[in-house]
């Protein structure tokens, strides 16, 4: 047997890229609202972290041991792709910090102010005049709700 065929698969950097995507899996679980929801970012933090300790691991093992470990290229590949996944999960629970609280946000069906604003067309356009009736038409055509989105923005 040749010594390409007795080489091992290095499956530190699958762990990595396991653990990479549990970390993934707990930011996605937050949008769930579970009953330990504030554990899960610090959940996929720690997923993170594991996940990159376990790459530099796998990755260490593929160069210093080449004659016993395969696939240099694919421990690269996959070495990218959980690094961007670890990465950016630990770049957004630090990112995640910065931005400003939400105790000041209406609430749904909490009655607005009035307000006035330019609509897609140029055209003045205030909250009490989206409740009033077409010209020409009775009170009782006029609209009882107006839906308003609010994009929470950090820029």
């Not at 970390?23 to 554990?39: D, E, H, I, K, R």
Request: one cysteine or more.
């Amino acid at each position: 047997m040749t010594d390409d065929l007795k080489k091992r698969r290095n499956a530190a950097v699958l762990w990595a890229l396991f653990f990479a995507l549990c970390s993934l899996g707990a930011n996605v679980a937050v949008f769930a609202a579970p009953p330990m929801q504030l554990a899960l970012p610090w959940l996929s933090l720690a997923f993170a972290i594991v996940a990159l300790i376990t790459l530099a691991w796998g990755l260490w093992l593929a160069f210093t041991q080449a004659q016993i470990y395969r696939g240099k290229a694919l421990n690269i590949v996959l070495g990218l792709v959980t690094l961007t996944l670890s990465g950016s999960m630990v770049f957004t629970f630090f990112l995640a910090r910065k931005l400003p609280g939400t105790a000041g946000t209406p609430q749904i069906g909490q009655r607005v102010p009035d307000f006035t604003l330019t609509d897609a067309n140029g055209q003045v356009v205030s909250l009490d005049s989206l409740f009033a009736p077409a010209p020409g038409e009775p009170q009782s055509a006029a609209p009882k709700a107006v839906l308003l989105i609010f994009y929470r923005g950090y820029w």
